[in-house]
């Protein structure tokens, strides 16, 4: 299967639309993780920064770049970054570039 559904939705505590494409439904993660999908962010939109608890989220950036917000501390990435946001922590990513930010997100539940 390619993919389960796809849908665009308001960035979560940030600005603009992104679009997420789930590749897994529910019953396949069998309860262990909360998304496993690809999002695209436009340029000019983020996700704001959100702290996990109960859960960790992974993002690996496929093409695009963009601003990532670790904590409170920013850096720029791009394609072939992987960053983690432990349970407990917080995380937020803005695309800066002037091409789509795509990346794989997984949060994993605790």
Do not use: R
């Not at 389960?4 to 603009?16: D, F, L, P, R, Y």
């Not at 340029?43 to 601003?67: D, F």
Request: glycine fraction near 12%; proline fraction near 4%; aromatic fraction near 6%.
């Amino acid at each position: 299967m390619a993919f389960i559904e796809s849908n665009t939705v308001k960035a979560s505590k940030g600005k603009g639309e992104i679009t997420i494409k789930h590749l897994l439904t529910p019953a396949e993660m069998d309860g262990k993780c909360l998304m496993f999908a690809q999002v695209t962010i436009p340029p000019g939109s983020a996700i704001g920064v959100h702290a996990h608890n109960g859960n960790t989220e992974t993002y690996h950036i496929l093409s695009g770049e963009a601003l990532y917000n670790d904590n409170g501390v920013e850096k720029k990435i791009g394609a072939g970054t992987t960053t983690f946001c432990p349970d407990g922590e917080q995380h937020g990513i803005e695309n800066e570039g002037s091409e789509d930010l795509v990346f794989m997100a997984l949060i994993i539940n605790k």
